[in-house]
Nanobody
Framework: QVQLVESGGGLVQAGGSLRLSCAASGRTFSSYAMGWFRQAPGKEREFVAAISWSGAGTHYIDSVKGRFTISRDNAKNTVLLQMNSLKPEDTAVYYC???????????WGQGTQVTVSS
């Protein structure tokens, strides 16, 4: 089964940068599209960005477009989220997930906390 472990979060001032990492288990990692989600306190989890199995296609929500970059290294079974020009509204717990077939994996990792101060 798939196991997802996020890391790289922390406290940063507005305008700063962080790079999040996601380590995924499984020898078929390269077959999955991967995505990042986030959940702020008291709010529902929301989709942030995704990358195709090959890495050729990416998609971002409008609020992070131009600031965040998703990438993957299939040889290392990792997915990255480079976050630049961070804003206080980016504060949330960030999770990665794998899209298996047409659905996102039903189990979530522990997430990594991102806090942006002003």
């Amino acid at each position: 089964q798939v196991q997802l472990v996020e890391s790289g979060g922390g406290l940063v001032q507005a305008g700063g940068s962080l790079r999040l990492s996601c380590a995924a288990s499984g020898r078929t990692f390269s077959s999955y599209a991967m995505g990042w989600f986030r959940q702020a306190p008291g709010k529902e989890r929301e989709f942030v960005a995704a990358i195709s199995w090959s890495g050729a296609g990416t998609h971002y929500i409008d609020s992070v477009k131009g600031r965040f970059t998703i990438s993957r290294d299939n040889a290392k079974n990792t997915v990255l989220l480079q976050m630049n020009s961070l804003k206080p509204e980016d504060t949330a717990v960030y999770y990665c997930n794998a899209k298996i077939g047409l659905r996102w994996y039903e189990y979530w990792g522990q997430g990594t906390q991102v806090t942006v101060s002003s």
